[in-house]
């Protein structure tokens, strides 16, 4: 297994700003020259694990799905895993009372082989979520708990971190913190918070610390979540949380982000503004799109530098996790996004 050229050059850009700050002990040889017969030699037999360079300020997780089939550098690179989808609800509970954990038990079989932890996603959200949750608005709440309860259970002291809530905040421009529900619009609208208004979001809390025999972290998780205006929702709804005794651990900020935004300063703004609510954070979700006009080299300087920020924040962000592994796998396949190429090198 081996790095492609067009990753590599952002690998190393990583890897060398790792390495420098934790005293990995890597010899690098002679410089890399592409095109060179070289090439694969020098690749895989000379690139330390990434997760280990980085283990002194934070794990390193990726996203995996059952249809990957090629475990080697997700083991060799990464000390943590997410289901990219085994573990929200459609999967798990697609008829009500029938679950379903083969799928998500074959991913935590292989953290388990491998000594890696794993990051429970997704409890409640809006998407992902078989409509019969939502018939019947008086069995709504029982059904939310019955979810939480039968999957907490089964997975039990596997999984360390769980995402409780994701995305129910609301983009637009408006002072709204919640989604409000329309027919015509699936995609953006929030079932839960039509249904049961925003109250859902305390009693999923709720209810994943009754079911949490094993002191997973509990998470709330979003996409946009160092946008100033979306933030600023966000911490409104996780204060008065977090006033009201609502047992929160911590935010996962996703970071579906570009080669040049958000901006290093809305990212750090954002880090400081959560750990001020006093709770731990872990990038969620990460890959960096090369959009057209972009080029390889942007996306791996954009690497570089939000990694020197996360390690400076490296008390606060506990973990950092890739959404995926390689290019062709990612939600985003068309823009390139993550560290290893279609060809799995
Ligand atoms: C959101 C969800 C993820 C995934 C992505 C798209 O970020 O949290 O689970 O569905 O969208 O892949």
């Not at 890739?322 to 279609?342: M, Q, T, V």
């Amino acid at each position: 297994m081996y790095f492609s050229r067009k990753k590599l050059f952002a690998f190393i850009l990583i890897l060398m700003v790792g390495l420098l700050l934790s005293g990995c002990d890597i010899h690098f040889g002679h410089p890399y020259v592409p095109g060179s017969d070289e090439d694969e030699e020098f690749v895989s037999d000379k690139i330390p694990s990434l997760y280990q360079c980085y283990e002194d300020y934070f794990s390193l997780g990726a996203a995996v799905n059952s249809n990957s089939k090629d475990y080697e550098l997700l083991t060799k690179h990464f000390n943590s895993l997410t289901a990219e989808n085994e573990m929200k609800p459609d999967h798990l509970q697609e008829e009500e009372n029938i679950f379903t954990y083969n799928r998500a038990d074959e991913i935590i079989e292989i953290a388990r082989d491998n000594n890696m932890e794993v990051r429970g996603h997704v409890l409640v959200w809006r998407k992902q979520t078989p409509g019969w949750f939502f018939c019947d608005d008086e069995k709504i709440i029982n059904r939310m708990e019955e979810h939480i309860k039968n999957v907490m259970g089964h997975f039990g002291v596997e999984i360390k971190s769980w995402d409780v809530v994701n995305e129910t905040v609301n983009d637009d421009k408006s002072s709204e913190i919640y989604r409000e529900y329309d027919d015509d619009d699936d995609e953006h609208g929030d079932r839960w918070y039509n249904h049961v208004r925003a109250d859902y979001v305390r009693l999923a809390f709720e209810f994943a610390d009754k079911y949490n025999q094993h002191g997973a972290k509990l998470f709330y998780n979003d996409y946009n979540a160092v946008k100033p205006q979306k933030r600023d929702k966000i911490i409104r709804m996780l204060k008065d949380l977090i006033n009201n005794g609502v047992p929160i651990d911590g935010i996962g900020s996703q970071g579906h982000w570009q080669t040049d935004w958000p901006s290093i300063d809305m990212i750090e703004e954002a880090i400081q503004d959560y750990q001020e609510l006093g709770l731990e954070i872990q990038i969620t979700e990460l890959d960096i799109k090369i959009r057209p006009g972009d080029s390889e080299e942007d996306q791996a300087r954009r690497y570089r530098e939000i990694f020197e920020l996360f390690m400076e924040y490296s008390n606060v962000i506990e973990k950092v996790t890739f959404w995926g592994i390689i290019d062709s796998e990612s939600w985003r396949a068309e823009y390139k996004p993550l560290l290893f190429d279609e060809n799995h090198q």
